[in-house]
């Protein structure tokens, strides 16, 4: 194999190790604000595990960030939860953050 083989199968591993990474970034993420969301709308148990899945599940039809927020601001809403799309977002950013760390990505 020559060196220039060599180099596009070393960014091909690379691409896909980081795409990987995100993907786990990204699912972490939106468990964690699932769970969030749960606990503000007072879910407990295996109905807020439920709702985090929802939430954190890429079968729901939750395409980006702007549905998520969405869906939770909805749920928020018909709740009386006092909690806004400006502060989902917020979290959003912040369990973003933490996923990061947990999983030993660089900033």
């Keep these: 194999m020559s060196g220039l083989d060599e180099r596009e199968k070393d960014f091909e591993r690379k691409f896909e190790h980081e ?36 939430i954190a599940d890429p079968a729901q039809h939750l395409h ?23 502060r989902i977002r917020l979290e959003l950013e912040a369990f973003a953050a933490a996923a990061k760390k947990a999983l030993g990505v660089p900033k």
């Excluded at 993420?29 to 929802?54: D, I, P, V």
């Excluded at 998520?68 to 909805?74: E, N, T, W, Y």
């Design 19 to 54: 795409q990987e990474l995100a993907f786990k970034v990204k699912a972490r993420r939106n468990h964690l604000l699932g769970s969030w969301a749960a606990e503000k709308l007072g879910l407990k148990g295996e109905t807020a595990q439920r709702y985090a899945a929802t």
């Design 64 to 86: 980006g960030d702007a549905e998520i927020v969405k869906k939770i601001a909805a749920d928020f809403k018909s709740k009386g939860v006092a909690l806004d799309a400006a």
